[in-house]
């Protein structure tokens, strides 16, 4: 046998010697280059990371829900010295014989109850032991948060020692001698003559803390007769409490954890990881907020992430335009304001809101790094801020008083659906996405006009992965 | 679940379009490509080496070049004849980086005329591959590339930085070990070559 012979003869046994590989096998070929930086890195997500992942944004999005939740809740009080030196006053004088007389301001429901002192509330009722205690010392902090602001022109000097009342809300204010004082304006048309006996306390913490400003400011105005002229808590004042408020409703429940439980997600992989900021735009309000989104080897995808909703301004020509399109019943949070309106002068609500947004995907991929993304899901409302402009009626000086009336609270949870189906482009790192929407509401809220709204949304994300 | 699996761009069984879609730097076709030739580049790293990991890294570093110079691929050529070149030379370097000390020849043990390919045929395909792992690295790094890569004595030398005669010799002295080695896996054949080949004071010995 020659040499050629005996190496074809090798050589033909060594041919076909190709095996097929193991997923193992490739993974370390392609780790190794990764590792190298030859192949981008890929995701590395596997069910564990999934879990926690979702978990984890489940648990931050529980944990601002049940925080704006207890927030909001009737029953919290915070301390919240905003009348400290008038309610010790009020303590010590509340015998006195101008708190001997009734208390009927037109848009109060004041009922006689029996009782022996003035302010002293009935008892069975946990409002009212409430503000009972909350006139020794403090303010209490009702779910619906709400303090008035005045424009500029509302700051008309006043007559020095001149009686300051009614109004819906009371103002801190400062005299000249750097004491603290609680005052009202107002014209002294509807000034009431006292407070008296036992008062039925309206249902809403913001009726109660209105009328029991108005008692203290009834009380405070007649301390202050002969006073410098009073000058009006600026709104940054007013805003301090807030802050406090929400720092104590989280604090005040140390250890309040939410079970994050999650279903067997089975044998699906992550494949791609990405953040992004994504806008919306809808006939009647616009959107910003940041969201990341997990999506799965088979093309599913889970996205969950904060969305700032801003409304439009809803202007109304004046009060009786207002009360035509308030079909929505936003008169229940605003009626107390509105009743001292200028019935002739325009009416603009502006809102904004809190939301989580969450969905499940599908992306269909394209040519070219194209794709498509079928989205269903909802955004769950946290917290609702709205802010009412009006203008009140003339004061004692007869200058207009524009009005400026905020709310907090009130967003209902859950009470939509949103329904998208977007065409995505991948270039590097990058994702481009815009996304027309359907977002159909399945419970009407008083905040959101439409039953459904349409609009269109972009993104911008970036992709961890291999995706 | 078939509609919920994710569509590749690309058919994964069709090597141009899987490194089309490498040059666009898609991770789903890196890895494909990496599956469709990972036992065609394993079976030739283990030709030029002597264990497991050596191979793994002659294959490791062969993908690391055919990702860094895929754009420098002409489609034109084949594209496993392009790799097989990248694999080769990886190897080339390995040897170069390890196998400093040039092989000493030994003794010519002549020419096996008695050996026929039927010794050849009764070793499966894995004990002849073993076979050329367990030569020395010159040896090895010489056969495989004249005997089974069908390169020249002139290219080899070379390739290896050796001269061709110390090429031809090595080639020689190879393919006489291998035959040895494919002998003594054939009792039979093994005996006869024995007897036969036995210096003739031990021969009358026995």
């Known amino acids: 046998m020659n040499t050629e012979r005996f190496d074809e003869a090798i050589r033909k046994k060594l041919e076909g010697l190709d095996q097929k590989p193991t997923e193992q096998e490739v993974d370390q070929v392609v780790q190794h280059l990764t590792r190298k930086h030859v192949l981008k890195p890929r995701t590395g997500l596997r069910l564990s990371t999934v879990v926690i992942g979702v978990g984890s944004v489940v648990l931050v999005a529980a944990l601002l829900f049940f925080a704006l939740r207890y927030f909001n809740n009737d029953e919290t009080s915070v301390n919240t010295p905003l009348i400290d030196n008038t309610a010790d006053s009020l303590a010590k004088d509340s015998t006195a014989p101008e708190f001997q007389q009734p208390v009927t301001p037109a848009h109060m429901d004041v009922q006689p109850l029996p009782g022996e002192r003035d302010l002293q509330l009935n008892p069975p009722q946990p409002k009212e032991s409430q503000i009972n205690a909350e006139i020794r010392g403090n303010l209490p902090r009702s779910g619906v948060r709400a303090y008035t602001e005045r424009s500029s022109n509302s700051l008309a000097p006043q007559e020095p020692g001149k009686l300051i009342t009614e109004d819906s809300n009371p103002a801190v204010t400062h005299s000249a001698d750097g004491t603290d004082r609680v005052s009202k304006s107002g014209s002294e048309a509807e000034v009431p003559s006292g407070i008296s006996g036992n008062q039925n306390i309206p249902r809403t913490e913001d009726t109660v803390e209105t009328s029991l400003k108005q008692k203290v400011s009834a009380f405070s105005a007649e301390e202050s007769a002969g006073n410098p002229p009073a000058v009006i808590l600026q709104d940054t004042m007013a805003a301090e409490p807030v802050k406090s408020a929400v720092t104590e409703s989280v604090t005040d429940q140390p250890g309040k954890t939410v079970p994050v439980t999650g279903g067997k997600p089975g044998n699906f992989r992550a494949e791609l990881l990405r953040v992004g900021v994504v806008s919306q735009l809808a006939s009647e309000n616009l959107t910003f907020g940041a969201v990341g989104s997990f999506k799965l080897a088979n093309g599913l995808g889970f996205d969950a992430g904060f969305r700032y909703m801003d409304f439009s301004q809803q202007k109304f020509d004046n009060k009786s335009d207002f009360d035509r399109h308030d079909h929505r019943k936003k008169n229940d949070r605003f009626d107390d304001k509105l009743r001292f309106a200028e019935p002739n002068a325009p009416i603009s609500i502006h809102s904004n809101l809190i939301q989580v947004p969450v969905a499940i995907t599908y992306s269909i991929p394209l040519p070219r790094r194209f794709s498509v993304e079928l989205s269903m899901g909802t955004d769950l409302d946290l917290n609702l801020n709205q802010r009412l402009d009006y203008r009140g009626r003339p004061d004692s000086t007869g200058a207009p008083r524009d009005e400026r009336f905020r709310t907090q609270g009130g967003a209902e949870f859950f009470n939509n659906l949103i329904f998208s189906a977007g065409v995505e482009k991948q270039w590097k790192s990058l994702v481009f996405q815009f996304s027309p929407f359907l977002r159909p509401q399945l419970k009407q809220v008083f905040y959101k006009p439409r039953e459904t709204e349409f609009g269109f949304g972009l993104g911008v994300y970036y992709r961890f992965g291999l995706k | ?206």
């Not at chain 2, 005997?147 to 030398?157: F, L, P, R, V």
Request: charged content about 30%; some cysteine; glycine content about 4%.
């Open chain 2, 1 to 206: 679940m078939g509609i919920f699996r994710r569509k590749e761009s690309f058919d994964p069984t069709d090597s141009n379009a899987v490194i089309t879609a490498c040059r666009r730097n898609d991770p789903q076709a890196q890895r494909a490509l990496v599956k469709l030739y990972y036992g065609y580049v394993k079976s030739l790293a283990l030709r030029f080496s002597s264990d497991q990991m050596d191979a793994e890294e002659i294959l490791n570093d062969s993908f690391l070049k055919v990702f860094t110079n895929l754009n420098t691929y002409n489609e034109s050529q084949e594209f496993k004849g392009w790799l097989r070149r990248i694999v080769i030379n990886t190897a080339i370097d390995a040897y170069r980086k390890r196998s400093k000390i040039p092989e000493s020849s030994e003794p010519d043990p002549g020419i096996i005329n008695e050996f026929t390919e039927d010794a050849i045929d009764r070793i499966s395909a894995e004990e002849i591959l073993q076979m050329v792992r367990s030569l020395t690295p010159a040896y090895r790094m010489v056969f495989t590339l004249y005997a089974i890569e069908g390169y020249t004595h002139k290219e080899i030398a070379e390739m290896l930085g050796i001269s061709e005669g110390t090429s031809k010799s090595n080639l020689r002295d190879a393919r006489i070990r291998l035959q040895k080695m494919i002998f003594k896996a054939n009792p039979n054949l093994y005996k006869a070559y024995e007897l036969k080949n036995l210096p003739t004071d031990e021969h009358r010995k026995i």
